[in-house]
């Protein structure tokens, strides 16, 4: 099975400050990768999808990168709205499975 | 708009069975796969299983392989997990997500849109 790594489990940074999050699979996942936004009490949002493709109406501060295993989300200019924490999601088809990382909880300084 | 409505949770002894109804409107429920995805109090997401568009599909996670079946209703542009044999571990909010493939195409295996979950709660 895959297993994905994502990091820091939590992070505390100011309005403004570029943010970054990294998500590691133990194996080569192409870009099947995606990043969602979870707000307390609320269901997952999709932000970016196959690793660098933002997800219609999402701003363009929020932006993913990477391929093969190691990957990169990015927040450029913090804003209280984007307190909440984030995942990272990893799809395979030969086996079907589906795993999400263990979440980034992000915090305002 | 695209709306996804989760009901059937509950508190349910361990053992006992239970049924999440997801009712879909704003899009054609019948040309896209569906999924449930739950998260434990305070936990991460776990994915749970996924049906295709036309049901001729279904994939689950090993937690829950053998104990819980992903159906649907087209006619109803309803969504279902039948869950047997409940284990306190099942205790989590169950949302069901829509695929983000395109119309009867092959599945994304990601998700664009989201319930506000349901919460199933197993314990005695």
């Known amino acids: 099975d895959i297993q994905m790594t994502q990091s820091p489990s939590s992070l505390s940074a100011s309005v403004g400050d570029r943010v970054t999050i990294t998500c590691q699979a133990s194996?080569?996942?192409?870009?099947?990768l995606n990043w969602y936004q979870q707000k307390p009490g609320k269901a997952p949002k999709l932000l970016i999808y196959?690793?660098?493709n933002l997800e219609t109406g999402v701003p363009s501060r929020f932006s993913g990168s990477g391929s093969g295993t190691d990957f990169t989300f990015t927040i450029s200019s913090l804003q209280p709205e984007d307190i909440a924490t984030y995942y990272c999601?990893?799809?395979?088809?030969?086996?079907?499975?589906?795993?999400f990382g263990q979440g980034t909880r992000l915090e305002i300084k | 708009q695209v709306q996804l409505v989760e009901s059937g949770g509950g508190v349910v002894q361990p053992g006992r069975s239970l049924r999440l109804s997801c009712a879909a409107s704003?899009?054609?429920?019948?040309?896209?796969?569906m999924h449930w995805v739950r998260q434990a109090p305070g936990k991460g997401l776990e994915w749970v299983a996924v049906?295709?568009?036309?049901?001729?599909?279904?994939y689950y996670a090993d937690s829950v392989k053998g104990r819980f079946t992903i159906s649907r209703d087209n006619s109803k542009n309803t969504l279902y997990l039948q869950m047997n044999s409940l284990r306190a571990e099942d205790t989590a909010v169950y949302y069901c997500?829509?695929?983000?493939?395109?119309?009867?195409?092959?599945?994304?295996?990601?998700?664009?849109?989201w319930g506000q979950g349901t919460l199933v709660t197993v314990s005695s």
């Open positions: 049906i295709w568009y036309d049901g001729s599909n279904k």
């Open positions: 704003g899009f054609t429920f019948s040309s896209y796969g």
């Open positions: 194996q080569d996942i192409s870009n099947y």
């Open positions: 997500a829509r695929d983000a493939g395109e119309p009867l195409g092959e599945l994304s295996l990601y998700f664009d849109y």
């Open positions: 999601q990893q799809y395979d088809n030969l086996p079907l499975k589906i795993t």
């Open positions: 196959d690793a660098s």
